[in-house]
């Protein structure tokens, strides 16, 4: 086992203005993604990892009416993914009808995130979730 000492992490952030597109939060997820070699290693990962980014930049824009900051950080156990808006309302769960357009987002995040959290912040709150690689110490590579 490695010496706590030893450990690397890796990490990327990103601000995604309001006029931002989520498809350029969902690609530029999926190129750290495939910098890990998650591409190759864990593709149906790679999926969850994109859509739930999706999931919160677009809560942050639509729920939250703000620029959201995507940070990434793999610590070589866990792809920490953390999106930060400037509302301090933190995010409820909705009871969704079977024909409502939205009100799944936090059910989405859960089925898809190892785990989860949401924090408040001085300007606003995180919402981080982590995600594991299957055979993380032989199939993930931080760069």
């Known amino acids: 086992?490695?010496?706590e000492s030893s450990m690397r992490?890796?990490?990327w952030a990103r601000s995604l203005?309001?006029?931002t597109g989520v498809k350029e939060a969902r690609d530029w997820t999926r190129a750290h993604m495939a910098a890990l070699g998650w591409e190759r290693t864990a593709p149906t990962l790679v999926d969850s990892v994109v859509l739930a980014v999706s999931e919160l930049v677009t809560n942050a824009h639509v729920h939250a009416?703000?620029?959201?900051?995507l940070i990434l950080t793999w610590d070589e156990h866990c792809l920490h993914v953390t999106v930060h808006d400037a509302s301090p309302r933190l995010p409820e769960q909705r009871h969704a009808d079977h024909g409502?357009?939205?009100?799944?987002g936090l059910l989405l995040v859960?089925?898809?995130a190892d785990d989860w959290q949401v924090?408040?912040?001085p300007r606003g709150k995180?919402?981080?979730?982590?995600f594991q690689p299957p055979l993380a110490s032989e199939g993930a590579q931080g760069g």
């Not at 409502?100 to 799944?104: E, K, M, Q, S, Y």
């Not at 995180?126 to 982590?130: A, G, I, L, N, R």
Request: with cysteine.
């Open 1 to 3: 086992m490695a010496d």
């Open 100 to 104: 409502a357009l939205g009100g799944r």
């Open 65 to 69: 009416h703000s620029a959201a900051q």
């Open 9 to 11: 992490a890796v990490g």
């Open 110 to 112: 859960d089925a898809l």
């Open 17 to 19: 203005p309001l006029s």
């Open 119 to 121: 924090r408040r912040c």
């Open 126 to 130: 995180d919402v981080t979730m982590c």
